[in-house]
């Protein structure tokens, strides 16, 4: 009863009345204008177009010492765990930048931005194809190469166009060839142009790898009807600094990235190295070197006018880590990965199935001096079985002896070695002598026997 004659007093009072009525007026006014305020806003970021992500959303990391570089989201609807390609965990070094990257591909592909607005503006598109990891080991590469430098001009690079297609090693987005609909709306390649057009760039250069390359690699130019001046005197560059070839594509499409890209007055062009018969590192090295040239052009950072020598030799212990690395992937995929990076050199399995027998030789007999590196011709049919058993610490060093007199006689790795266990193929020797190593790199010491 107290409670309601005070609530009757209260509202016998008209002055009260009016300010609940005003209250409850300014709360009306706000519910109907800021709710739906911020379920537009909701809506528009679940469904917005990739080149409109707005900058406050990008992700900034500083250096102390380099200007900033900002890394955001491109493409939120292709993300991918690009870890998941072994081409691409086992040769691109982790680094704070990469690392950056490699977490926010899950998300979606991304833009890296770099340098200043004194200049021309650059995007480098790599990976349209996810079977192309020579792209995206070179592109990641550069980014690198560049992160910690002062330039005029806006670099923008994205390293992997569609990260889960490169998750799955698969050229294939969505049931058809990305690189034949970048001219059709919402498509990945039509977002990286339309994202170029926005930004007002001038140079695009799309970053490919594929088959029947020649070893130099390859420029395409788009053809003479549609081609610009400024794309002519590009590619002649690339080719007076790289020695690689020129071409016109036959396979032009209206729905590629370079053709997409022209006909929206971007210049473009792309750039290929060999994917299938040489070594992964061996390919990304050349395409970097492509990349630089395209880039030097423009007066982005180029070549390094006091390269580091090259070096001629790995010690022990860089061995020891190669061999870790190699005996790893082995019991992962069953089968050897193309090369091996040792003291920043790309070395393929016959080279490095010399360093290992050289090696196991060498700690044999107690000595531990660095290893000449050698050229070795791969095998020319590897073939092999052998039976479940153990290779003796005694039998192991014979056959490291009858492997380096092999190499020594024909200049390649042979193709299997006889021993106890039956003749093993190629890939198993340098398994084993990679489990070998790994063991001396662990206990100093060479084992008494290896199981396989």
Not at 410 to 421: F, G, Q, Y
């Given at each position: 009863?107290?409670?309601?004659?005070?609530?009757?007093?209260?509202?016998?009072d008209?002055?009260?009345l009016?300010?609940?009525?005003?209250?409850?007026?300014?709360?009306?006014?706000?519910?109907?204008?800021?709710i739906?305020?911020?379920?537009?806003?909701?809506?528009?970021?679940?469904?917005?177009?990739?080149?409109?992500?707005?900058?406050?959303?990008?992700?900034?990391y500083?250096?102390?010492?380099?200007?900033n570089y900002?890394?955001?989201?491109?493409?939120?609807?292709?993300?991918?765990?690009?870890?998941a390609?072994p081409?691409?965990?086992?040769n691109?070094?982790?680094?704070?930048?990469?690392?950056?990257?490699?977490?926010?591909?899950?998300?979606?592909s991304?833009?890296?931005k770099?340098?200043?607005?004194?200049?021309?503006?650059?995007?480098?598109?790599a990976?349209i194809?996810?079977?192309?990891?020579?792209?995206?080991?070179?592109?990641?590469?550069?980014?690198?190469?560049?992160?910690?430098?002062?330039f005029?001009?806006?670099?923008?690079v994205v390293?992997?166009?569609?990260?889960?297609?490169t998750?799955?090693?698969?050229?294939?987005?969505?049931?058809?060839?990305?690189?034949?609909?970048?001219?059709?709306?919402?498509?990945?390649g039509?977002?990286?142009?339309?994202?170029?057009?926005?930004?007002g760039?001038?140079?695009?250069?799309d970053v490919?790898s594929?088959?029947?390359v020649?070893?130099?690699?390859?420029?395409y130019i788009?053809?003479?009807?549609?081609q610009?001046?400024?794309?002519?005197n590009w590619?002649?560059?690339?080719k007076?600094q790289?020695?690689c070839?020129?071409?016109?594509?036959?396979a032009d499409?209206p729905g590629?990235?370079?053709n997409?890209?022209?006909?929206?007055?971007?210049n473009?062009?792309t750039?290929?190295?060999?994917?299938?018969?040489i070594?992964t590192?061996?390919?990304?090295?050349?395409?970097?070197?492509l990349?630089?040239?395209?880039?030097?052009?423009?007066?982005?950072?180029?070549?390094n006018p006091t390269p580091?020598?090259?070096p001629?030799?790995?010690?022990?212990?860089?061995?020891?880590s190669a061999?870790?690395?190699?005996k790893?992937?082995?019991?992962?995929?069953?089968?050897?990965?193309?090369?091996?990076?040792i003291?920043?050199?790309?070395?393929?399995?016959?080279?490095?199935?010399?360093?290992?027998?050289?090696?196991?030789?060498?700690?044999?007999?107690?000595s531990?001096?660095?290893?000449?590196?050698k050229?070795?011709?791969?095998?020319?049919y590897?073939?092999g079985t052998?039976?479940?058993?153990?290779?003796?610490?005694?039998e192991?060093?014979?056959?490291?002896?009858?492997?380096l007199?092999?190499?020594?006689?024909?200049?390649?790795?042979?193709?299997?070695?006889?021993?106890?266990?039956?003749?093993?193929?190629?890939?198993?020797?340098?398994?084993?002598?990679?489990?070998?190593?790994?063991?001396?790199?662990?206990?100093n010491r060479?084992?008494?026997?290896?199981?396989?």
């Amino acid at each position: 009863m107290n409670k309601k004659r005070c609530l009757n007093n209260y509202f016998s009072d008209k002055r009260n009345l009016n300010i609940i009525i005003v209250i409850f007026s300014i709360l009306s006014i706000l519910f109907f204008v800021l709710i739906p305020g911020c379920y537009a806003a909701d809506l528009n970021s679940s469904n917005s177009s990739v080149y409109t992500q707005s900058t406050s959303d990008a992700a900034t990391y500083t250096s102390s010492t380099t200007p900033n570089y900002t890394i955001y989201i491109l493409d939120n609807t292709v993300g991918g765990n690009v870890l998941a390609n072994p081409e691409i965990s086992q040769n691109i070094p982790k680094t704070d930048l990469s690392n950056q990257i490699f977490e926010m591909t899950k998300q979606g592909s991304v833009v890296v931005k770099l340098g200043n607005v004194n200049g021309p503006k650059l995007l480098i598109s790599a990976g349209i194809h996810g079977n192309e990891e020579e792209a995206n080991i070179a592109v990641m590469k550069y980014l690198e190469y560049v992160k910690d430098l002062n330039f005029n001009g806006t670099l923008y690079v994205v390293p992997f166009d569609i990260p889960i297609d490169t998750a799955l090693n698969s050229r294939i987005y969505n049931g058809q060839d990305p690189n034949r609909i970048a001219n059709i709306s919402g498509t990945p390649g039509w977002n990286i142009v339309k994202f170029a057009q926005t930004e007002g760039i001038e140079y695009l250069l799309d970053v490919h790898s594929g088959g029947g390359v020649y070893s130099t690699g390859l420029i395409y130019i788009n053809s003479p009807a549609t081609q610009t001046i400024k794309e002519k005197n590009w590619t002649n560059y690339i080719k007076s600094q790289t020695g690689c070839y020129i071409s016109t594509d036959s396979a032009d499409s209206p729905g590629m990235i370079r053709n997409y890209a022209n006909s929206k007055g971007i210049n473009s062009i792309t750039i290929e190295v060999e994917r299938d018969n040489i070594p992964t590192a061996t390919a990304a090295e050349t395409e970097f070197k492509l990349i630089i040239a395209a880039a030097q052009y423009l007066g982005f950072p180029g070549y390094n006018p006091t390269p580091t020598p090259t070096p001629s030799t790995v010690t022990m212990s860089q061995l020891a880590s190669a061999a870790a690395t190699v005996k790893s992937y082995y019991e992962s995929n069953k089968i050897l990965p193309d090369s091996v990076t040792i003291n920043n050199q790309s070395v393929s399995m016959s080279s490095f199935l010399y360093l290992l027998a050289t090696a196991t030789i060498q700690a044999n007999s107690g000595s531990s001096a660095a290893i000449s590196l050698k050229t070795v011709n791969t095998p020319t049919y590897p073939s092999g079985t052998i039976k479940t058993g153990n290779i003796y610490k005694s039998e192991f060093i014979s056959m490291a002896q009858n492997i380096l007199s092999y190499i020594s006689t024909n200049n390649r790795a042979p193709d299997n070695i006889s021993c106890s266990l039956g003749n093993m193929n190629f890939s198993k020797v340098v398994y084993m002598y990679s489990k070998i190593i790994n063991y001396y790199k662990t206990y100093n010491r060479l084992p008494n026997y290896v199981s396989m």
